[in-house]
């Protein structure tokens, strides 16, 4: 930490000589070149303590590509490169560690995750799980869709799955296992639906502000084009939960909090959540978040008055502040290292040459481009911050895609959804293992059921990078329709994976099931009206055909009367 401390100060007492010189035209002295070298070895060792070796081994072979680079045939040799001009572009440009990812988290990101960790710290947080609690409790099998709702409107404020899955879950977790719900399954909707909280707009986690800026969009657009991306992923997650109550025969919920008294207490922390939220649609995303802070600030007065807690305040706006900092750290530090990675891709052409050979592997086939871009999203999302692995994805992939005629915003949103579930997917699933252990549930076994539930988030990628409308791009009432079409498809693709309706149903109402259901994604009218047909024959078949009734689990409410 001592030398990445003197390499920076280095930096910032010469960043006027820097900001000036022509990079390689000007060589670098002696000095420059060492306090690079010291910074970026420094800048690798915390990387590599703080994401994981594995972060740190990606890191390191893209480093000794510059360095061995020159010796490879083909398409994936290059030039070669001095020492001189590897630490000049890697460390003294903005192709490097100072390049765009940090700048965007040093501005953006810290405000918005400030926001957040202020707003959870003055009461916040607490207050959207007890709303999500008064508006589904009561529900079939209410706990683990109080769960869902939650980490869903606590994702407008915190993008970090493991973060979501300890708060929300130290509270839905109990409460679903005595709903009746299986110990590792109670841990599996808690990690799939915290995982998606990064997804929720207007915050999205730290990758969407560094999306925007490889886009070149404004981030409201991002924003924007993340609404029903968001709301499909949650609703697949909400029915696979509601069709497992109904085979397990879980009829009852919980005597939760109650709406009306839920709102009294706590309505005014809205305020901040619709500030940022028209903030980023109206003026810039700065602007947005220092407006989000100051309504904060606000609130907690507000309530600090009313409560008679004053003198309380000034210590809750402090750990709100070492919240945040804790938060940034590991962002901060992926978006700096992964800047080397994207500074070797500039430098050596590997980005485009990475980027030929998926195409020359896809057969410039868009399907074939999809799933290997999947495939590769997910391994990096399973070890790597989300902000980690669409960075290292998006100068190697992403292009390829484009180059296939995907939307720019969907390719950079299709690596970003991946990278995000990559949160739940075995062998490394980190916010299912998080779970595993607030449900006292076996990790692996969780690992597999939060993947099962999350399946029908997994075609939501191939539906809007298809049919952009579901990226809110088009005539607004193409968008209803494609929405429309998409909704039917997702619930009933999780009644297919579950295995239930209304009643068990067999092995061939599954198959027509999901028959029906691909249809229903796939855009273009002709096929959402066979998909429709088959779905609705399909559930007469299961209606009218005698379904397995599932047996009534008492709850603990139940039991207690």
């Known amino acids: 930490m001592c030398l990445l401390a003197l390499s920076l100060v280095y930096n910032i007492v010469y960043a006027e000589f820097f900001a000036n010189r022509m990079a390689i035209v000007m060589p670098l002295d002696i000095m420059s070149i060492g306090l690079a070298l010291l910074g970026m070895a420094a800048l690798l060792v915390v990387a590599t303590l703080m994401m994981g070796k594995a972060f740190g081994l990606i890191v390191v072979v893209f480093l000794l590509y510059v360095a061995t680079g020159h010796l490879l045939p083909g398409a994936f040799g290059h030039r070669g490169f001095n020492l001189s001009w590897v630490v000049d572009h890697l460390y003294y440009t903005k192709e490097g560690v100072f390049g765009i990812p940090l700048g965007v988290s040093a501005t953006y990101i810290y405000l918005f995750v400030f926001f957040g960790a202020m707003l959870d710290r003055c009461g916040g947080g607490k207050f959207l799980i007890d709303l999500a609690l008064a508006l589904t409790g009561r529900l079939r099998g209410g706990p683990a869709k ?163 807690e004053i003198m309380r305040l000034p210590v809750r706006f402090m750990e709100g502040a070492a919240g945040a900092a ?112 607030v449900a006292g549930s076996d990790p692996a076994k969780t690992g597999w059921t939060a993947l099962a539930i999350s399946m029908p988030a997994f075609v939501v990628p191939y539906m809007f990078v298809l049919n952009p409308l579901l990226l809110m791009q088009g005539e607004w009432f193409s968008v209803v329709v494609a929405l429309a079409s998409a909704t039917v498809g997702v619930v009933t693709l999780a009644a297919v994976i579950v295995g239930c309706t209304w009643a068990r149903i067999g092995i061939i109402a599954r198959v027509m099931l999901a028959w029906g259901a691909l249809m229903m994604l796939y855009p273009g009218l002709a096929s959402d009206a066979v998909g429709l047909v088959v779905i609705l024959f399909s559930l007469w078949v299961s209606r009218f055909g005698g379904g397995a009734p599932a047996r009534k689990i008492k709850t603990a409410n139940e039991e207690g009367t």
């Not at 407008?156 to 929300?168: D, E, K, P, W, Y």
């Not at 999205?204 to 981030?219: D, L, S």
């Not at 940022?276 to 810039?284: D, I």
């Not at 390829?400 to 915003?409: D, F, H």
């Open 146 to 308: 109080a769960s869902i709702v939650g980490s869903a409107m606590m994702g407008t404020i915190s993008g970090s799955a493991v973060a979501n899955v300890v708060t929300t879950g130290a509270i839905t977790i109990p409460l679903m296992k005595r709903n009746g719900y299986r110990p590792h399954f109670a841990g599996a909707v808690e990690a799939a639906a915290s995982s998606g909280g990064q997804l929720m707009p207007p915050v999205m986690g730290a990758t969407a502000f560094v999306i925007a800026e490889f886009v070149g969009r404004p981030y409201q657009e991002i924003a924007l084009s993340a609404v029903i991306p968001s709301f499909l992923f949650y609703l697949g997650i909400f029915f696979a939960v509601h069709f497992e109550a109904v085979r397990r025969g879980i009829v009852g919920g919980i005597s939760g909090p109650k709406i009306d008294a839920t709102l009294m207490k706590g309505s005014l922390y809205f305020l901040p959540i619709i500030v940022v939220a028209v903030g980023v649609f109206t003026y810039s995303p700065m602007r947005a978040g220092v407006m989000g802070v100051g309504a904060v600030a606000v609130v907690a007065v507000i309530y600090a008055l009313l409560q008679a």
């Open 326 to 437: 804790r938060a940034m750290g590991p962002v901060a530090v992926a978006c700096a290292s992964s800047g080397m990675i994207v500074g070797v891709l500039s430098l050596t052409g590997l980005g485009l040459a990475l980027s030929n050979a998926i195409l020359s592997l896809a057969g410039h086939s868009l399907i074939a481009a999809l799933v290997m871009t999947m495939l590769s999203s997910l391994v990096l999302g399973m070890g790597l911050p989300t902000v980690a692995a669409y960075l290292v994805q998006a100068g190697v992939t992403i292009p390829a895609l484009i180059t296939l005629g995907v939307e720019p915003i969907g390719a950079h949103l299709f690596v970003f959804y991946f990278a995000i579930l990559g949160n739940v997917t075995p062998p490394v699933a980190v916010a299912a293992y998080a779970a595993a252990g």
